[in-house]
């Protein structure tokens, strides 16, 4: 399994942090509900789970270490 980490930075929102795991992307959904303005990221996930999405542990840098 290959994983690394891609940081989304634009003038028009904070950055975003991406997951690639084995090229495809996995979003952080706490970046993505910050710049949608959604204070409940919990409720986001369980949201998103309910569509049988899964998720996966997250590297802590963008080297993954």
Known sequence: MNIHM???RSQH???L???MLD???WYIVTDICR???Y???TKAVR???QGGKSNIP???SPSGG
């Open 47 to 49: 949201l998103v789970r």
């Open 23 to 25: 090229d495809e992307p």
């Open 58 to 60: 997250s590297p802590t």
């Open 17 to 19: 942090r991406v997951v």
């Open 35 to 37: 710049t949608l303005g």
């Open 13 to 15: 929102f904070d950055p």
């Open 39 to 41: 204070g409940n990221a």
């Open 6 to 8: 891609k940081i989304f």
